[in-house]
């Protein structure tokens, strides 16, 4: 099945910091997702990419679906202490009715004050 | 976008029993997912609820082990039976028609 690599496995930043984190795949998808999940909650979507070469931006976050399909970044400017989390991106393959959503590693981000 | 109820939202269990968890959504979907999430690690998917017959699994996970139901478009359970210590994991419901998938809160399921 498909694989993602997802990078860095953790971050430690200072509040205000911007910062990056990708996902790279061998397998081509349709949609790129990003999701952040906070400690007893479910993944909550952050922004959705459906062409390639798209950049979509949702306030202080901007992603990009990559040229190839094969992969993805997510930038957060200016970083606030609330932005803690682990950030998932996710590759979705839709074929008819079926869909085949694929979950990167996550990214487990630390906001230092 | 619809709203995703799970029910427990933790339970702990002794091995070699079985819980159904359940999921409840205020609309109608076609679709609906079960996803699996073991500590510290990312969501991997058990199987797709299929309303009116029966689910379709990942390569990994069985019917026996993990029986589902999908009794209507706003309903699903998913069952984790003969539970061991590696069973402990978070039990995600998903929804997603022409949306994106989004998900429950989850249902975190200690095995003694």
């Known amino acids: ?113 | 976008s619809a709203v995703i109820s799970q029910k427990p939202s933790r339970d702990i269990c002794q091995r070699g029993t079985s819980l159904t968890i359940q999921c409840q959504v205020d609309s109608q979907v076609t679709m609906m997912f079960w996803y699996r999430q073991q500590p510290g690690q990312s969501l991997t998917l058990i199987a797709t609820a299929n309303q009116g017959s029966e689910a379709t699994y990942e390569s990994g996970f069985v019917i026996d082990k993990f029986p589902i139901s999908r009794p209507n478009l706003t309903f699903s359970t998913l069952t984790v039976s003969n539970m061991s210590p590696e069973d402990s994991s978070i039990y995600l419901c998903s929804v997603g028609d022409s949306q994106p998938q989004h998900f429950g809160d989850g249902t975190r399921l200690s095995i003694l």
């Open chain 1, 1 to 113: 099945g498909q694989q993602l690599n997802q990078s860095p496995q953790s971050m430690f930043i200072q509040e205000g910091e911007d910062v990056s984190m990708n996902c790279t795949s061998s397998s081509i998808f349709n949609t790129w997702l990003w999701y952040k999940q906070d400690p007893g909650e479910g993944p909550v979507l952050l922004i959705a990419l459906y062409k390639a070469g798209e950049l979509t931006s949702n306030g202080r976050l901007t992603a990009q679906f990559g040229i190839t399909r094969k992969d993805s970044f997510l930038n957060i400017s200016a970083s606030i202490p609330s932005d803690v989390g682990i950030y998932f991106c996710a590759g979705e393959i839709s074929s008819g009715s079926a869909r085949q959503l694929t979950f990167g590693s996550g990214t487990q981000l630390t906001v230092l004050p």
